[in-house]
């Protein structure tokens, strides 16, 4: 079992920045996977971000590539996304989480979440 607790959600206007931390505790091990995905109203949860542990290697959705940053730090256990140039349209409800493999990152097959922190971003 892996716990995942997501913080440094909140509100900013567009072009602003936030950074999110995930910090996982459990049965975690180096070989997992790790992503972050966010959910606005009335929409489907989607992919945004994902890192392989061991080898931190990192995917990214289109719509944020070049505007977000995943990150790791092994230490602490835990995984950031740096977001610059918000745009309202990244509002969302954003959720961490990890998977027993560093295969198929881009995807919604993972096996722990987070409980998700609001990120709100004003035009």
């Known amino acids: 079992q892996v716990q995942l607790v997501e913080s440094g959600g909140g509100s900013v206007q567009a072009g602003g920045s936030l950074r999110l931390s995930c910090a996982a505790s459990g049965r975690f091990y180096s070989t997992y996977g790790m992503g972050w995905f966010r959910q606005a109203p009335g929409k489907e949860r989607e992919f945004v971000a994902g890192?392989?542990?061991?080898?931190?290697?990192?995917y990214y959705a289109d719509s944020v590539k070049g505007r977000f940053t995943i990150s790791r730090d092994n230490a602490k256990v835990t995984v950031y996304l740096q977001m610059n140039s918000l745009k309202p349209g990244d509002t969302a409800v954003y959720y961490c989480?990890?998977?027993?493999?560093?295969?198929?990152?881009?995807?919604?097959?993972?096996?722990?979440w987070g409980q998700g922190t609001q990120v709100t971003v004003s035009s």
């Open positions: 890192i392989a542990w061991s080898s931190k290697r990192t």
């Open positions: 989480a990890t998977k027993k493999s560093s295969d198929g990152l881009a995807t919604l097959q993972y096996d722990y």
